[in-house]
């Protein structure tokens, strides 16, 4: 079906465009991998590009269901929102340097098109400068740039984009041949794409996201890199000549080998710090190792750099904040994982999601891959499939530990057995069934046993949650104010109370109403310190035979989480 273009750049017009980028990313994730030999030949940038992608569009449309949901209050959202969300997004799940620099671009457009608050669209004037702000901007976040990279055809995108008169399907247009006959030029400046007869990998990324662009705002894909029948970049090099008359080259024999002395890992992780801590740790990283880009603002940061001593980069993000979703890749083995230290694959491994940094550390204790799911950021489909290839495993159980994650859990769960691995999803709806699963797990049993054996462990934990409302609305048990301590068993509001352990003793009593041997409580840090102990106390003396676990959760979202098998 064609696409129907948009007149101006409006939050319809965002949204239409981070969907486009994404299909045009996912024909070209493999080629783009492919060719992938800058900074490190790791052969992930055409992945690592569809990742950030593809959380950027979960973001979007997170913005637009709320408004739907709400739209006889809030109405349809503005530029402004759907902008910060595309570059919120973009920065919570930019994966590798060139996903990171992406953030950055994405950041920096939205900087501009989101300034007046007010507007619900620009045209081909905030176009162009949203252009350049972002090409600076990621400019500005790489502490050494280099030609020849995605940087290079960030500028001259913009550089075109400035030159062109007209409406936003006009500038989006220039800055996409811009960028093209940029992406074209980078063998000629950068030694490593010559030698490997390749453009740059996150250039042509980056063509591929400034065609759907163009798409966007006239309804055509335009010549050169991505078409609707796929990629038709690429032509064999034959004696140093490209015959395809467009300038752009393939790699005839795959990638190129590591360089020798490079630094042996990556590290990627988000942070909160202020902006002060940010240029101290910027410093520190750049004289740890290369290919340093760090982006964001406001408080949140998405830091990138390649090292040799991975732990000291890590320490370097606690001194200036909090570091999490902390990623280790050691190039030589392509192996992500918390040590660097290669792994055989193993038969059997779980994968679990998991709402605060204490339960990860109980999970990753009790031999789990983790993914954390902070509050408001669920987890794309992608970065389960990454998880799932940490595990570096043959069997996977995957426990989403959420209801709303089971579609997403059920795509990253078929896209991984398309790779050949054996998936097994377990439909938990809370972190408490998924401990109950991880109790019973044998990997010393046949699959399909344990996936039984877990399943029915899962299935026979009720489970609660103590949270405070952020809105009056109607739920199961009446109408609650903003404040209102809230008791959910099962998914649905329950009780609803002023007092939280009060409430939490009410949950507890109905849930254990029905019987039960085993209470899990699952505190979050900002749950009354006294609480544990009160519940604790009641089971002892109401419920006898009933015994209880106690686990500290971190910033898990709700004040407590309560599991009953």
């Known amino acids: 079906m064609a696409q129907v273009p948009q007149t101006f750049f409006d939050a319809l017009a965002v949204r239409t465009w981070c969907g486009l980028a994404l299909r045009a990313l996912g024909r070209a994730r493999e080629e783009i991998d492919a060719i992938n030999v800058y900074p490190v030949a790791d052969g992930d940038t055409g992945t690592n590009l ?16 709320a408004h739907e949901v709400d739209a006889h209050v809030s109405g349809k959202p503005t530029l402004a929102d759907a902008t910060r969300a595309m570059a919120h997004g973009a920065l919570i799940g930019a994966r590798g340097n060139s996903g990171t620099i992406l953030a950055q671009l994405l950041r920096g457009m939205a900087q501009v098109l989101a300034a007046d608050s007010d507007s619900p669209h620009t045209d081909g004037s905030g176009l162009r400068l949203a252009l350049r702000h972002a090409a600076d901007s990621a400019r500005q976040a790489v502490a050494h740039p ?6 290079s055809v960030a500028s001259a995108a913009a550089d075109s984009a400035e030159g062109a008169e007209g409406d936003c399907g006009t500038v989006a247009r220039a800055a996409y041949e811009g960028a093209l006959a940029a992406l074209a030029a980078t063998p000629g400046q950068l030694a490593v794409l010559e030698r490997a ?12 996201v400034l065609g759907a662009l163009v798409e966007t705002f006239t309804g055509e894909v335009p010549a050169g890199v991505v078409s609707a029948a796929g990629p038709v970049l690429h032509a064999r090099v034959e004696d140093g000549e490209d015959q395809s008359g467009n300038g752009l080259v393939e790699c005839a024999d795959g990638p190129a080998d590591l ?8 590290v990627i992780y988000l942070l909160e710090a202020d902006d002060l801590a940010v240029a101290r740790l910027r410093e520190r990283l750049d004289a740890l190792g290369d290919s340093l880009v760090v982006v964001g603002g406001d408080g949140l940061w998405n830091v990138h750099v390649h090292v040799d001593d991975a732990g000291a980069a890590v320490e370097a993000g606690v001194e200036a904040g909090r570091p999490y979703r902390i990623r280790i890749t050691h190039f030589a083995v392509g192996d ?6 290669p792994r055989e694959r193993a038969p059997r491994a779980v994968v679990a999601v998991v709402p605060g940094e204490g339960l990860a550390g109980l999970y990753t204790e009790a031999g789990a891959t983790t993914v954390l799911a902070r509050p408001g950021e669920p987890p794309a489909s992608g970065e389960l499939v990454e998880a799932v290839r940490r595990a570096h495993a043959r069997e996977v159980v995957l426990l989403p530990n959420d209801a709303d994650l089971r579609h997403t859990a059920a795509a990253a769960a078929e896209q991984a057995r398309a790779e050949g691995i054996r998936v097994a999803l377990i439909p938990t709806r809370s972190a408490v069934q998924g401990i109950a699963a991880l109790a019973v797990h044998e ?5 399909d046993e344990d996936v039984v054996s877990m399943t029915s462990a899962a299935g026979a934990t009720r489970y609660a949650e103590v949270a405070v409302a952020e809105r009056q609305s109607w739920t199961m048990a009446g109408i609650c104010q903003a404040g209102d301590v809230l008791g959910l068993i099962d998914g649905d509001v329950a009780v609803i109370g002023s007092d939280v352990t009060v409430t939490a003793e009410t949950v507890l009593d109905r849930m254990l109403s029905a019987g039960g041997e085993l209470v899990t409580l699952v505190l979050g840090d900002e749950a009354p310190e ?6 604790e106390a009641r089971v002892r003396e109401s419920y006898l035979a009933v015994d209880t676990v106690v686990y500290r959760g971190g910033r898990q979202g709700a004040l407590l989480l309560i599991g009953v098998e």
């Open 530 to 535: 006294s609480v544990a102990d009160r519940l």
């Open 50 to 65: 569809y990742l950030t992608v593809e959380s950027a569009v979960a973001a979007v449309e997170a913005v637009f269901e």
């Open 443 to 447: 990997p010393g049993r046949r699959f």
């Open 259 to 266: 360089e020798d002395g490079g630094p042996a890992f990556e």
């Open 336 to 341: 992500v994982h918390t040590t660097g230290v």
């Open 197 to 208: 007869g390749v453009v740059d990998a996150g250039g042509w990324g980056l063509v591929a």
């Open 146 to 151: 280099v030609e020849g990279t995605v940087l």
